[in-house]
C-alpha cells in the first residue's frame, strides 16, 4: 500500500523559515515533488524533484524553497524560507512511481501570519 506521510507545518511570521517533510511508502518513486493550495485556489506545483537530484521551481519560489529528497529514506523535503503571508496555504506532497501514476499526502498547513 502507498503513503504519503507530509510533516512540518505550522504557524510562522512573517520572514521565518519551515521544512516540510514527507515520507513516502509502498513503492518506488520516480518524480517526488510539493504543491500547494490557498483558500479560494487551485492547486499549484511548488517544486519538484527527479530521483536523479534534478530540481525544478515555480517563479514565485524565486530563491527562497530549496526542494531535497533522500531516497534510501523515500523522503521528501521542502526548506521555505523569507516565508510571506502569500506562501500561506495547504502544501501537499506528490510523489509518481516508474510508470507515472501519481499519489498525494493528505496534506500539512502552513499558515505565515504576525
Known amino acids: 500500500q502507498v503513503q504519503l506521510v507530509e510533516s512540518g507545518g505550522g504557524l510562522v511570521q512573517p520572514g521565518g523559515s519551515l521544512r516540510l517533510s514527507c515520507a513516502a511508502s509502498?513503492?518506488?518513486?520516480?518524480?517526488m515533488a510539493w504543491y500547494r493550495q490557498a483558500p479560494g485556489k487551485q492547486r499549484e506545483l511548488v517544486a519538484s524533484?527527479?530521483?536523479?537530484?534534478?530540481?525544478n521551481y515555480v517563479d514565485f519560489v524565486n530563491g527562497r524553497f530549496t526542494i531535497s529528497r533522500d531516497n534510501a529514506k523515500n523522503t521528501v523535503y521542502l526548506q521555505m524560507n523569507s516565508l510571506k503571508a502569500e506562501d500561506t496555504a495547504v502544501y501537499y506532497c506528490?510523489?509518481?512511481?516508474?510508470?507515472?501514476?501519481?499519489?498525494w499526502g493528505q496534506g500539512t498547513q502552513v499558515t505565515v501570519s504576525s
Open positions: 524533484i527527479t530521483r536523479a537530484g534534478s530540481t
Open positions: 506528490n510523489a509518481e512511481n516508474i510508470i507515472g501514476r501519481p499519489y
Open positions: 509502498g513503492t518506488i518513486f520516480a518524480t
